[in-house]
């Protein structure tokens, strides 16, 4: 049984850092992700490690955010010069590695979410 909860949302101002937090997932086969979920909006694939160990990440992240193994046991997304369009629920997710990196079909296992709020 699979089981991924996210840690490490909250509230910070524009500018600021947070580091999520979600346990590996312990199949070797799959790849794990963190995605987000404004309001009224499609869950969007944020950064995602690939089948090579490489890491994908997307534009509007780009430079800010860093998906990133901390151990063995956990994954992390550290996100930097937060801005107001980063609120959101972050979710972290399991996919098959050879699966799409940052498409949402990709992904079999997610976790509940946790909520960050970036106020200006």
């Known amino acids: 049984q699979v089981q991924l909860v996210e840690s490490g949302g909250g509230s910070v101002q524009s500018g600021g850092s947070l580091r999520l937090s979600c346990p590996l997932i312990r199949y070797s086969r799959y790849c794990m992700a963190w995605f987000r979920q404004a309001p009224d909006t499609e869950r969007e694939g944020v950064a995602a490690?690939?089948?090579?160990?490489?890491t994908a990440v997307s534009a509007s992240v780009e430079g800010r955010f860093y998906i990133f193994q901390e151990g063995s046991d956990t994954l992390k997304l550290e996100m930097n010069d937060l801005k107001t369009e980063d609120t959101a629920m972050y979710y972290c997710?399991?996919?098959?590695?050879?699966?799409?990196?940052?498409?949402?079909?990709?992904?079999?296992?997610w976790g509940q979410g946790t909520q960050v709020t970036v106020s200006s």
């Open positions: 997710a399991a996919r098959l590695c050879q699966s799409p990196a940052l498409q949402r079909d990709s992904y079999e296992y």
């Open positions: 490690f690939l089948a090579t160990g490489g």
